[in-house]
């Protein structure tokens, strides 16, 4: 099977499929980002928030392409637990798109349900995170590791350019690390992911024509706590250390904002602006420049996690 292949038709498929849906929307109104209504709210007119939509389909066209014989079990379980998470960050952005509409309950319960669903069908492939090899500590393990991966790709998505960009990165180094081990599933995922995520990105760098959603950025949290449960060891501290290293910046910035928040007494699940890309807008860096910031970090981190590895 051709990497180069899978890559290219993810990435034009996402390329020609977003400005259809940037159309629709538009035209419909339907599933926009409105530029007013609370804190959160930075951008200046409507935008579309159907771009993870777009990376979902391009990626299980390919999928149903390229993987008939190949990992077919595997990839029909992967997309199976991917989808409850991914329907779950759509009906946020259908219903909760401004933060005096969030029901931090509700979401908490309806999160816990869609990421524990996940780490049991991926546990029953064979995919769990394997620091302790039983079978329900691995499980608990999963179901932690994909709910603050999720949590984690989700804060980041408050800037244009930014969750994706920093997806991005995370999935080369999990394509290094899935060729030096020859691990050819992992590959094929990273690969697949990348592409899609490329196509969006070049209708999400400033100013941004499209925005992921939830439901992107969801896809992509879980995307990545795959990749670095394939890659868990039992009993092997450096093989839980690397991916979070390679996850990076939404791992650490995302610890640190619950951290924050629950010292405060806040919700976990009501956003702010206090991240790390935050701060360095609110000290007058531009766009342009905490991009590239965060990238450069990203860079480093990842860096660090392959040479744990």
């Not at 007013?36 to 990626?59: F, T």
């Not at 349900?113 to 499980?139: E, Q, R």
């Not at 024509?209 to 949290?221: E, V």
């Not at 609110?282 to 990238?295: E, M, N, R, V």
Request: proline share 4%.
């Amino acid at each position: 099977m051709n990497i180069i292949s899978i890559f290219l038709t993810s990435f034009l498929l996402g390329l020609a499929l977003i400005p259809i849906l940037i159309v629709i929307s538009e035209k419909t109104n339907f599933l926009v980002d409105v530029s007013e209504g609370d804190v959160l709210k930075i951008h200046k007119k409507n935008i579309p928030l159907l771009g993870g939509l777009a990376m979902i389909v391009s990626i299980i066209f390919c999928a149903v392409i390229f993987f008939q014989k190949s990992f077919a079990s595997e990839i029909i379980g992967i997309f199976t637990a991917l989808l409850p998470i991914f329907f779950l960050g759509f009906y946020d952005d259908l219903k909760w798109k401004h933060i005096s509409d969030t029901k931090p309950f509700l979401k908490f319960a309806l999160l816990l349900i869609c990421t524990l669903v996940p780490a049991v069908i991926l546990s029953y492939i064979g995919i769990s995170f394997k620091f302790l090899p039983i079978f329900i500590i691995s499980t608990i393990l999963s179901f932690v590791y994909i709910f603050v991966c999720i949590n984690a790709v989700n804060y980041q998505d408050g800037m244009d350019g930014l969750a994706g960009g920093l997806a991005v990165i995370s999935l080369m180094g999990f394509i290094i690390l899935s060729i030096i081990f020859s691990n050819v599933l992992a590959l094929y995922i990273a690969v697949l992911f990348l592409g899609a995520v490329l196509g969006f990105l070049v209708f999400n760098f400033p100013p941004a024509k499209i925005f992921m959603g939830d439901s992107g950025a969801y896809s992509l949290g879980f995307v990545l706590a795959l990749l670095a449960m394939i890659f868990s060891l039992p009993f092997n501290l450096y093989s839980v250390l690397a991916p979070i290293f390679i996850i990076g910046l939404p791992v650490f910035d995302g610890v640190y904002t619950n951290i924050r928040r629950l010292t405060k007494g806040k919700s976990i699940f009501l956003g702010d602006r206090s991240h790390f890309y935050d701060k360095l807008l609110q000290k007058g860096y531009s766009t342009k420049k905490t991009l590239a910031i965060c990238y450069g970090l990203q860079i480093v981190l990842v860096l660090v996690g392959l040479a744990l590895y």
